[in-house]
């Protein structure tokens, strides 16, 4: 079956990049999601990527798909005190209802 | 501006009550989804609905039920509430060809 696999904790300094990594398991994936989740709150589509490309950048984020090992990359340049969340990789298979999640990654940025 | 709504945020139920957590959509969207968040496990699909009355078992189905009457609706039933399904619910909704998932703000319960 599909699984999602994310480290729990990252630690960072204000105006430093974060990497968040994420690994998942199905070949077939279409999709792949960053979701953002702020404390208190629902989750929030931060980007995806489209499982044929390599590379999506979108303001300060940075997104690498390496699908030969199955790994997925979020990078937060600049990293800001508002970037403090839960971030959870996702991705999409087994037809369009199915999204896997992974346990989410928290981001704590220190000033 | 696109909302999922879930009918509570914060519940405290007695073990073996039956609990009705209930979530409204207004992007009529045909699929809509029920998980639940629990530290280091991520979300977890309890129950999806892709039509009005269909349902489909997510990775963890056992202890819940579903019902969706109305396309807008989505309800997640907890026939008999114990201690071990003390969590945060999660609603969802996707269009079949959309690349997003629009989430509510989750409702906290604790069983006690």
């Known amino acids: 079956g599909e699984d999602v696999e994310q480290s729990l904790f990252l630690s960072v300094r204000e105006g430093d990049s974060s990497v968040i990594n994420c690994t998942y398991t199905?070949?077939?994936?279409?999709?792949l999601y960053w979701y953002k989740q702020e404390p208190g709150a629902g989750l929030q589509l931060l980007t995806y990527?489209?499982?044929?490309?390599d590379m999506k950048q979108d303001q300060r984020l940075t997104v690498l798909l390496n699908k030969k090992d199955k790994h997925l990359s979020l990078r937060i340049a600049d990293t800001q005190t508002g970037d403090s969340a839960i971030y959870f990789c996702?991705?999409?298979?087994?037809?369009?209802?199915?999204?896997?999640f992974g346990t989410g990654t928290k981001l704590q940025v220190i000033p | 501006d696109v909302k999922v709504t879930q009918s509570s945020r914060y519940l405290v139920k007695r073990t073996g009550e039956k609990v009705f957590l209930e979530c409204v959509q207004d992007?009529?969207?045909?699929?809509m989804f029920w998980y639940r968040q629990d530290p280091g496990l991520g979300l977890r699909l309890i129950y999806f609905?892709?039509?009005?009355?269909?349902?489909e078992k997510g990775d963890i189905p056992e202890g819940y039920s579903v019902s969706r009457e109305k396309k807008e609706r989505f309800s997640l039933i907890l026939e008999s509430a114990s201690t071990n399904q003390t969590s945060m619910y999660l609603c969802?909704?996707?269009?079949?060809?959309?690349?997003?998932?629009?989430f509510g703000q989750g409702t906290r319960l604790t069983v006690v």
């Open positions: 199905d070949s077939s994936s279409t999709y």
């Open positions: 609905s892709y039509d009005v009355k269909m349902k």
């Open positions: 990527i489209f499982s044929n490309m």
């Open positions: 969802a909704s996707s269009s079949p060809m959309g690349t997003e998932a629009f």
């Open positions: 996702a991705e999409h298979s087994g037809g369009y209802q199915k999204v896997t």
């Open positions: 992007m009529d969207h045909e699929n």
